[in-house]
């Protein structure tokens, strides 16, 4: 990084954090700090409904995502829309009439305060883990640019985006967000437009798509099925999204209070609706911009010499032990094989010779080979690094390619988009704090004053230990699947509770609790025990609550119902 770099960056970061800071300066009580007085337009909510998700997982492990695996992650997203109507007619009509700050409140109310307390807690599970992975995101960036220690840039990282959270609760959250945004997009334009430019003159923006698709990156819509059979363990498919991603994304936006408390902070129901409906719009679009460019960067590579390894903080460990002269050697054989490579492929574009292409496959192969090496010397050698370099190869690209003032633009679009994540997530596990557990546990009749105190140190409290959780991320390969995964873990059980309390209501709070409890141990031990797809995970827990629900129903003493 040049001087210009890090005075882009500075002053993009610093000038977001003033930004926040004033923004938050008039907000003196909870309901401002966590629903930002119910005051925001739909456009706010809208983007703070993205700004929340897209944390910087999504722009800096989606490229690497795509540049290994093609553009099928996109269909992760597919069910995205349909759950938008569902809470459009469901969820958002029913917080709003009740008034409350976080999703949970609707559980005592329908249940007892048992299932509250339990839907809250598989909450603050879920997204501290996230948040943890989160902040440990844009860490890797800092850690790998200038050598600094992991752990010690989480500190950094995790201390920055503290102060920030804490500084105006859910107002500072939706208007930095809404800046975040504007500079992230413009950053990625960017990237895509002076990538296509960095190609060979006789490669145009169709010519890349179709280089990506010859070699398998292109792969937007997939089947799942081979054989004959449908594979329950291929991560990501046309059903497994549309059905797995319609139950997470729905358990996603509907339970967990990062989301909720987004549209919680709207004017109004039809503000909160429009804003939803406007994210199951642009969020497919988006996503697959971000993956289109992990494919042209592979495009990019294929004419040019690609690292062997992304991560060069790890190579230069590994020359430091008793591999030094086999990374050597491997990385003077993996450049031999670029300049081999680039000349099948000038015979392939040329008359789509099927040797050449061939001959191209070989040496993809041949190279994979000798990633797997690398990889395999990281984990013998112990290095404290990933041994996965996923989340490295977009920024790495960047770092080598970008011209001096893009680079420090797509590091301060990276860090923004982290810090506009996890302060919503921060901001909600305090939510979920005061209101669910220090309200009815501790005490009910504090004044504002105390209330609002309070609200700012259990913020702090959460980011200490998202921060202390973020040292134990390395070594969860993709960091967007890593906290997707997670996710998995806990969305679907929620969502299972909800769907009881809407829409069976014969069942009551003992049988959904117990139902609940079964239904996690279930969802942990298909992760654990078999190889099923991750997403399906949000719809077995989804169902298995029902289920579990109604036969628990007729055994167990009649329950209190709504």
Avoid at 118 to 132: C, D, K, P, Q
Avoid at 271 to 292: A, D, E, Y
Avoid at 349 to 359: E, F, G, P, V
Avoid at 401 to 423: D, K, Q, T, Y
Wanted: charged fraction near 15%; aromatic fraction near 14%.
């Amino acid at each position: 990084m040049g001087y210009v770099d890090w005075i882009i960056l500075l002053l993009t970061l610093v000038g977001v954090v003033l930004y926040g800071i004033y923004k938050g300066k008039s907000i003196h009580n909870i309901d401002g700090y966590y629903r930002s007085n119910r005051q925001l337009p739909w456009s706010m909510v809208m983007l703070g409904v993205i700004g929340t998700q897209a944390s910087a997982v999504t722009f800096l492990s989606a490229p690497g995502q795509a540049y290994t695996d093609g553009m099928r992650f996109v269909q992760y997203y597919f069910g995205l829309p349909l759950a938008m109507i569902v809470l459009c007619i469901t969820f958002i009509p029913l917080f709003h009439k009740l008034n409350v700050y976080t999703a949970y409140e609707y559980l005592e109310k329908r249940f007892d305060r048992k299932t509250r307390s339990l839907a809250a807690i598989l909450f603050l599970l879920s997204r501290a883990l996230s948040t943890g992975i989160s902040i440990y995101a844009p860490a890797i960036i800092l850690s790998s640019i200038l050598g600094w220690n992991i752990y010690l840039t989480n500190f950094l990282m995790g201390g920055i985006v503290i102060f920030y959270s804490i500084s105006g609760g859910a107002r500072v959250v939706a208007y930095t967000q809404q800046l975040q945004l504007i500079i992230i997009f413009a950053g990625l334009i960017l990237a895509g437009y002076l990538i296509m430019d960095l190609l060979p003159h006789e490669v145009g923006f169709f010519s890349a798509l179709k280089l990506g698709k010859d070699f398998g990156k292109m792969n937007i819509i997939t089947t799942g099925i081979s054989e004959g059979r449908f594979n329950w363990n291929d991560r990501f498919n046309i059903i497994s999204g549309i059905i797995g991603g319609f139950f997470l994304a729905l358990s996603y936006f509907g339970t967990d209070q990062s989301q909720v408390g987004r549209y919680l902070s709207a004017s109004s129901t039809r503000q909160s609706r429009i804003g939803l409906l406007m994210n199951g719009v642009v969020k497919i679009p988006m996503q697959f911009f971000i993956l289109l460019l992990g494919v042209l960067v592979f495009v990019y590579y294929m004419f040019h010499a690609s690292p062997l390894y992304f991560n060069q903080l790890a190579i230069d460990k590994l020359k430091g032990t008793s591999y030094k002269s086999r990374t050597i050697e491997l990385e003077a054989s993996y450049k031999e094989l670029s300049v081999e490579k680039k000349i099948y492929l000038n015979q392939w574009m040329t008359d789509r010779n099927a040797s050449a292409k061939l001959k191209l496959d070989e040496i993809e192969g041949k190279e994979e080979t000798m990633r797997d090496e690398v990889k395999g010397m990281i984990k013998a050698s112990k290095l404290p690094v990933e041994s996965s370099d996923t989340n490295y190869i977009f920024i790495r690209f960047v770092m080598d390619h970008m011209p001096h003032g893009l680079i420090g633009l797509l590091i301060a679009v990276i860090f923004l988009a982290a810090w506009g994540s996890i302060s919503a997530a921060l901001n909600s596990l305090s939510a979920s704090s005061l209101i669910d557990f220090h309200r009815p546990f501790v005490n009910d009749s504090l004044s504002d004053k105390q209330e609002f105190v309070l609200s700012k140190r259990y913020t702090f409290l959460w980011g200490v230990f998202c921060v202390l959780f973020a040292q134990f991320a390395t070594g969860m390969g993709s960091l967007i699947e890593a906290v997707n995964i997670l996710g998995s873990w806990f969305y679907g059980v929620m969502l299972g509770i909800f769907l009881v309390a809407f829409y069976l209501k014969h069942v009551g709070a003992k049988a959904v609790f117990f139902a609940a409890i079964a239904g996690e141990v279930l969802v942990l031990a298909m992760y654990f025990c078999t190889d099923i797809g991750w997403l399906w995970l949000n719809a077995i827990g989804a169902l298995a609550v029902l289920c579990f629900g109604l036969l628990l129903q007729g055994i167990l003493p009649r329950a209190k119902t709504a």
